[in-house]
């Protein structure tokens, strides 16, 4: 049993294992085109391992199941995750990505040097607003937090395009130094240690390292929280250097599903050229080896518990694979929830596997609303 364990801690000490990074960039501005016939395609994803909260430290095939996501409701962090992973060839931290997008200065991307990423920041001159707009449109949980203080594990929703935008900064966090599986779980005693000690550190301090995000992320107490969790990252993150520059190409018809379901109950649903526009990214992304990241209902995977408050339910997955079946194109799109397929709904659940998925076209029309990819 204890050679066992010795083996267990090699693995999870061990460098992560990588695939080549493409060198090539897609074109800033490609004319998108559906695939003809839907032909086949699998995106490889690089292996990752994942670490268990609860003192067990390696699952026993990670490489089965994706890093799942918990109880929090960054859902956003961990697309963003695996459509970087598989972008830059090793598995990236999704805890990592979520921490970049709340805080980071985005001002610091005009100081990289690397001029593909100064001609994107060129082409799109609003990025700062976009970025604010993201991080203003964030929700705070209530649950355990009544006075609504914006600490990082209270922060809910994120938008992929600046997430990816802003993991350009400081360089790569791979999962194994910032164990994302199950959420917050690896942190769980650490955060309540930093919020129990807040009311002592937040009157004494000034807290540069959250300057940069909007107010709403920010409250005396909530910066000396998410302070310490900034420490805490740069501690165990060994960074390094991104091989590619990571530049987003993204196109929405909502900002998310409630708003797409606005659109449907007002009678002005996206049109038709819309959608075939983001399938088109989809196939486009696919056949030139990326992993798109889409926003969708959640309610097409599994139906909704009427005692649920929540009408909508944004989702956003990474589509690996694309097929002809039946008659129709499907797309795998790899879940992060940690739900069990056995829960999902009938004629779904059939097309589920460890939590990758087969949907049709005709199901993703239903409630499509954002497509991004990296270039």
Known sequence: ??????????????????????????????????????????????????ALPGGVLLSPRPADIPVGQGDSAICFAYATADMISQRVG?????????????????ARLETLGDPRIAAHLKAHPAYRADIAWSRNAVDIAREHNPALEPYFDKLEGGEEDSAALLYNLD?????????SHEGYAHFTRFLARQRFAAPVRAPRMCFRSTGATVDKLRSRRADAVNDAWLREVARRCRRRPAPVPLLPVSFRVAANQLEFMDLLEAGTPPSRRSVDRMLAMVDHALDNGRAPTIGYSWYILQDRDPKDPDLAADHSS?????????????????????????????GIRERCENGRIWLTEAELRATLYSVIYLR
């Open 1 to 50: 049993m204890l050679s066992l364990l010795r083996l267990a801690a090699v693995l999870l000490l061990a460098p992560a294992s990588a695939v080549a990074a493409d060198p090539r960039l897609l074109p800033a501005d490609p004319v998108h085109a559906r695939n003809p016939g839907c032909a086949p395609v699998r995106i490889a994803m690089p292996p990752a391992t994942h």
């Open 90 to 106: 090793r598995s990236v931290s999704p805890l990592d990505v979520a921490t970049k997008f709340y805080f980071a200065d985005p």
């Open 171 to 179: 360089g790569l966090c791979d999962e194994r130094d910032l164990p």
């Open 318 to 346: 990474t589509v690996v694979a694309r097929r002809r079946a039946g008659g129709s194109c499907q797309y795998r799109v790899q879940d992060n929830t940690g739900e069990y397929c056995s829960r999902m709904r009938p």
